[in-house]
């Protein structure tokens, strides 16, 4: 069990810290609307990256109990997609964090806005995949499935309120900007890593 934890939050926790849409929207709210707001939005982030993570995981579930044939291709593609993700993050050049400009509409539910920003992002659920990939069979116990799909929530809960309390305003997110980099190049390496065993993996065949 603790192993396919590692395994899996190898990956998750680096692609967290990755500044992106779920980054963006946090601080947005946060900068233009307050901090409960920013907490709020940091809710409805949460909880989409739940949402995509019980599709993901009971998705996957299902197809290996009916086909288990598929365990071998979910991890070719997903080993394959991991490495890719690792080479563009190792190879890309350093960018500013895009921040949030003047006043933001004050109408809307800040919740619904997080949940949705991550529902838009056709990157979350592939990188799901991906990353379960690396520990899921047909033998995977739901018990374990609920407890990853707590920790991916709990996680992010954790990250974002804390994007949400201290990194809501331009120069700490300038600060912020130079560890950027390196968070990439880490997530890079976790990526590139995982990925590589689980192609090394789906050389083994697969039990009928």
Same mark, same amino acid.
């Given at each position: &069990? *603790?192993?396919?934890?590692i395994?899996?939050?190898?990956?998750?926790?680096?692609?967290?810290?990755l500044?992106?849409?779920?980054?963006?929207?946090?601080? %947005?709210?946060? &900068?233009?609307?307050?901090?409960? !707001?920013?907490?709020? *939005?940091?809710?409805?982030?949460?909880?989409?990256?739940?949402?995509?993570?019980? =599709?993901?995981? =009971?998705?996957?579930? !299902?197809?290996?109990? +009916?086909?288990?044939?598929? *365990?071998?291709?979910? %991890?070719?593609?997903?080993?394959?997609?991991?490495?890719?993700?690792g080479?563009?993050?190792?190879?890309?050049?350093?960018?500013?964090? +895009?921040?949030?400009?003047? +006043?933001?509409?004050?109408?809307? @539910?800040?919740?619904?806005f997080?949940?949705?920003?991550?529902?838009t @992002?056709?990157k #979350?659920?592939?990188?799901?995949?991906?990353?379960?990939?690396?520990?899921?069979? $047909?033998a *995977?116990?739901?018990?374990?499935?609920?407890? &990853?799909?707590?920790?991916?929530?709990?996680c992010?809960?954790?990250?974002? #309120?804390?994007?949400?309390?201290?990194?809501?305003?331009?120069?700490?997110? %300038? /600060?912020?900007?130079?560890?950027?980099?390196?968070?990439?190049?880490?997530?890079?390496?976790?990526?590139?890593?995982?990925?590589? /065993?689980?192609?090394? $993996?789906?050389? @083994?065949?697969?039990?009928?």
């Amino acid at each position: &069990m *603790t192993l396919v934890l590692i395994s899996v939050f190898a990956v998750f926790i680096p692609a967290l810290l990755l500044p992106g849409p779920d980054f963006v929207a946090v601080v %947005r709210s946060s &900068m233009t609307r307050g901090t409960s !707001a920013g907490l709020l *939005t940091t809710l409805g982030v949460s909880l989409g990256l739940g949402f995509y993570a019980t =599709l993901s995981l =009971l998705g996957l579930s !299902a197809l290996l109990i +009916e086909y288990q044939w598929l *365990t071998w291709l979910v %991890r070719v593609l997903g080993g394959s997609y991991l490495i890719y993700l690792g080479i563009r993050l190792l190879l890309a050049k350093p960018q500013e964090i +895009e921040l949030p400009e003047g +006043e933001a509409d004050k109408r809307g @539910n800040p919740l619904l806005f997080g949940f949705l920003v991550t529902l838009t @992002n056709p990157k #979350a659920i592939v990188l799901f995949a991906s990353v379960f990939a690396t520990a899921v069979t $047909d033998a *995977t116990p739901l018990w374990l499935m609920g407890l &990853m799909i707590a920790l991916v929530v709990g996680c992010a809960l954790v990250w974002y #309120a804390v994007v949400s309390l201290f990194m809501s305003s331009s120069p700490v997110i %300038r /600060r912020f900007q130079h560890a950027r980099h390196w968070i990439e190049r880490a997530a890079g390496v976790c990526f590139v890593t995982i990925g590589g /065993r689980v192609l090394a $993996d789906a050389r @083994n065949p697969v039990s009928p």
